[in-house]
């Protein structure tokens, strides 16, 4: 170690020629031992280490001779240029800035993924790399002899580190050593290139309605801060061109997708969508961001597969959330799909304007919520009651307090008033106008109770109890937003269940219920809520499967369970007075190292005030399964209980090793309808790993075993 030390400090040499002294920093020369030979020639064994700027060389020898500059290495050697490339090599001779130079038996690896071999390889100002008889591959080579299961073989390959690219000339494509095809100019991106013009991976895609076809996308980088994708997809039935914009901007991004076809299924009609979506900041705190959703027909999204929507909604929203204050406006388009309705008389713009502040008044305590909501629809038939266009403006103000009586016992008081006003066009069965001021109030009493075992277990039990009133009467106005009611945990205690406030309950209403929580050390988590409402008179607007129908509701039952297992079950249910059930949903999730499984089951009661002439029954299941490092499996299935059918079924298989990725994914939608009919389809993709930045950070074993 002394000797090294030493021997450190009087090889601190600048190996250098005088032309060079002036513009580039000398590379430093680190050795076990040393010596000088009578020509003068400057010899370094063991250990030996040259660096220069970011360029190092490990070596068994290295020769410099001043009088002609030239550096003889001898190998092993390795040269590490930078962070991301390695060379290695049997010999070299460099020159003395270790930029340029003749290498030979060489063989260099990119960013830990992409390795080139060749007999020869030629440095150049450090910006080029030219290797001569080359093989390139990501895939792990074995020393007993077994070809690669990829390999490109060149006659000359030249690396542009600037450019970040690779060029080949005379490329021939191997598989297991297995000539499959000859291109003579290549170019492809090294592994550290994120973005560049140039071809992306091909795939096979078929469908029952399409035939069999293949996607080639083709990528244009328009600067550093957009790009546009074209994708081709030729079958014999259809000619589609698929494309994606991107772009980024200081305060914000946005990208466009969408396609154009020409197919059989409506021949002679260009058929076409477009999905847009971008978000931009502004000053004070604003957001500005915008969602389009088009298409020329009702079964194009799903005759190709873009998207299982039969609704769509193109929004433009401007807003602002802080602390205190949500300032929100939102205007939305929407486009029908579905065979049993007519866009012309469902509101097809939507106009929506949201206010809410709040405030803690120091001389009555408590919290001041203040709150302003504006909607607006409008239909574009102009027949009577079918074209219904409506508009109301919503003032509420609540003032909430709560107090931590004796004993435990917890008090939250509300008190507030609502303002409705409504404006009803092209409906002679309704008023014009309507308006009304609403007073309401509340008191709410909790009892919290906790009890913790030896064990560690923790109990935490609540009873609740609230009673409520609202004043006025129900408003002439129609129903157009709050036709669905969901009853759960969250609106056990409110004053309104409704949705929207285009309805809102009134008279007295009582609710009572229980929460339950059970915390264990080791993870057994457990929720329970039970709860009911009660009423002095009946409401119409509240459907049968709501829930809430009549002067007592349904009994809520909602759970969870949550397991150290990996296992997590949720639960919600209302049971009728005989403990039928009219509404049940359960999730249930379980994941572990190798395995991921969830599934949802739903059960509706038919109810003619929500459009449900049958019940609603189904089951849907899906998960993923990693047999290996390499191989994953996934599926998916919907089953319809009530029909007795499947709706849809998917299958997916991956292989991903160091080198290659393989997907396989195959769908079955059993959807029947005037404008769909049942439809399979076969993805299948094949990428080469190592070019360009991969997605992801999985890494893979390579073994030769």
């Known amino acids: 170690m002394l000797k090294r030390l030493s021997l450190i400090a009087l090889l601190l040499w600048p190996i250098t020629s005088a032309a060079q002294q002036q513009d580039a920093p000398a590379a430093l020369l680190i050795a076990d031992d040393l010596f000088i030979t009578a020509e003068r020639e400057l010899v370094a064994t063991g250990n030996v280490e040259a660096f220069q700027g970011g360029t190092r060389i490990q070596a068994r020898e290295i020769r410099y001779n001043q009088s002609t500059g030239a550096l003889t290495i001898v190998g092993p050697i390795s040269l590490r240029d930078g962070e991301t490339m390695t060379v290695l090599a049997d010999a070299a001779e460099l020159s003395p800035d270790l930029q340029s130079g003749l290498l030979t038996g060489a063989r260099i690896v990119m960013d830990q993924q992409l390795q080139l071999a060749a007999v020869q390889l030629e440095r150049v100002d450090a910006r080029y790399s030219q290797l001569y008889k080359t093989a390139v591959t990501s895939c792990h080579v074995c020393?007993?002899?077994?070809?690669?299961?990829?390999?490109?073989?060149?006659?000359?390959?030249?690396?542009?580190?600037?450019?970040?690219?690779?060029?080949?000339?005379?490329?021939?494509?191997?598989?297991?050593?297995?000539?499959?095809?000859?291109?003579?100019?290549?170019?492809?991106?090294?592994?550290?290139?994120?973005?560049?013009?140039?071809?992306?991976?091909?795939?096979?895609?078929?469908?029952?309605?399409l035939g069999a076809g293949i996607k080639v996308p083709y990528f244009i980088k328009l600067g550093d801060h957009r790009d546009l994708t074209l994708r081709p997809y030729l079958s014999p039935q259809t000619r589609t061109l698929e494309f994606r914009y991107r772009q980024a901007f200081i305060n914000g991004d946005m990208i466009f997708e969408g396609a154009l076809s020409d197919d059989d299924l409506k021949p002679g009609e260009l058929r076409g969508y477009l999905f847009a979506l971008g978000a931009f900041n502004l000053p004070r705190d604003f957001r500005l961001a915008f969602d389009l959703e088009l298409t020329s027909d009702d079964s194009y999204l799903d005759n190709y597969d873009y998207s299982d929507k039969d609704r769509l909604d193109s929004n433009l929203t401007i807003g602002r959330v802080r602390k205190d204050e949500l300032i929100e406006g939102t205007i939305t388009h929407y486009q029908s799909l579905r065979d049993d309705e007519d866009s012309s008389?469902?509101?097809?713009?939507?106009?929506?304007?949201?206010?809410?502040?709040?405030?803690?008044?120091?001389?009555?305590?408590?919290?001041?919520?203040?709150?302003?909501?504006?909607?607006?629809?409008?239909?574009?038939?102009?027949?009577?009651?079918?074209g219904r266009d409506v508009a109301r403006l919503n003032l509420d103000a609540?003032?909430?307090?709560?107090?931590?009586?004796?004993?435990?016992?917890?008090?939250?008081?509300?008190?507030?008033?609502?303002?409705?006003?409504?404006?009803?066009?092209?409906?002679?069965?309704?008023?014009?106008?309507?308006?009304?001021?609403?007073?309401?109030?509340?008191?709410?009493?909790?009892?919290?109770?906790?009890?913790?075992?030896?064990?560690?277990?923790?109990?935490?039990?609540?009873?609740?109890?609230?009673?409520?009133w609202t004043g006025g009467e129900r408003l002439d106005v129609p129903n157009e937003e709050s036709t669905r009611v969901e009853f759960d945990s969250g609106n056990l205690l409110s004053l309104s269940r409704f949705p929207e406030p285009d309805r809102r309950e009134r008279g007295t209403v009582a609710a009572y219920g229980l929460n339950w929580t059970r915390f264990h050390p080791e993870g057994w988590d457990t929720a329970l809520t039970v709860g009911q409402v009660v009423r002095d008179k009946a409401d119409p607007d509240f459907t049968l499967t709501s829930g809430l129908d009549g002067t007592t509701s349904d009994l809520l039952v909602a759970g969870q369970i949550k397991s150290p297992l990996g296992f997590a079950v949720t639960a919600r249910t209302l049971f009728e007075?005989?403990?039928?059930?009219s509404k049940a949903e359960l999730r249930g999730d379980y994941s572990i190292p190798r395995i991921t499984l969830g599934g949802t089951y739903v059960w509706i009661t038919k109810d003619a005030a929500e459009d449900r002439d049958i019940n609603t029954e189904e089951v849907a299941l899906f998960g993923t399964y990693r047999i290996d490092e390499q191989w994953d499996a996934n599926a998916d299935w919907r089953f319809d209980l009530e029909q007795s059918r499947a709706s849809e079924v998917g299958l997916g298989l991956d292989y991903t090793n160091e080198c290659v990725r393989v997907s396989v994914d195959v769908n079955r939608?059993?959807?029947?309808?005037s404008s769909l009919e049942p439809s399979t389809s076969l993805g299948f993709t094949v990428s080469l790993r190592g070019f360009a930045v991969q997605a992801g950070t999985q890494s893979y074993k390579k073994s030769c075993g």
Do not use: C
């Open 577 to 581: 007075d005989a403990f039928d059930m």
């Open 398 to 468: 609540d003032w909430l307090r709560t107090w931590a009586l004796r004993g435990g016992l917890v008090a939250q008081g509300r008190l507030g008033v609502a303002a409705d006003g409504f404006d009803v066009s092209q409906d002679s069965t309704f008023p014009n106008r309507e308006s009304q001021i609403s007073p309401r109030g509340s008191l709410a009493l909790r009892y919290p109770m906790t009890r913790r075992a030896e064990t560690g277990v923790q109990h935490f039990l609540e009873p609740i109890a609230q009673i409520g």
């Open 143 to 209: 020393d007993d002899g077994r070809p690669p299961l990829w390999q490109i073989r060149a006659k000359r390959v030249i690396h542009d580190r600037e450019e970040r690219q690779l060029y080949f000339d005379q490329a021939q494509f191997r598989i297991r050593d297995v000539p499959v095809f000859y291109i003579p100019r290549l170019r492809l991106p090294d592994p550290t290139l994120e973005r560049a013009t140039g071809f992306l991976i091909p795939e096979y895609y078929t469908s029952s309605e």
């Open 345 to 386: 008389t469902l509101p097809s713009l939507e106009g929506n304007a949201v206010y809410e502040a709040r405030y803690f008044p120091s001389y009555v305590g408590g919290e001041l919520r203040l709150k302003a909501n504006g909607n607006s629809f409008y239909r574009t038939s102009d027949t009577d009651i079918i």
């Open 669 to 673: 939608r059993f959807t029947n309808s």
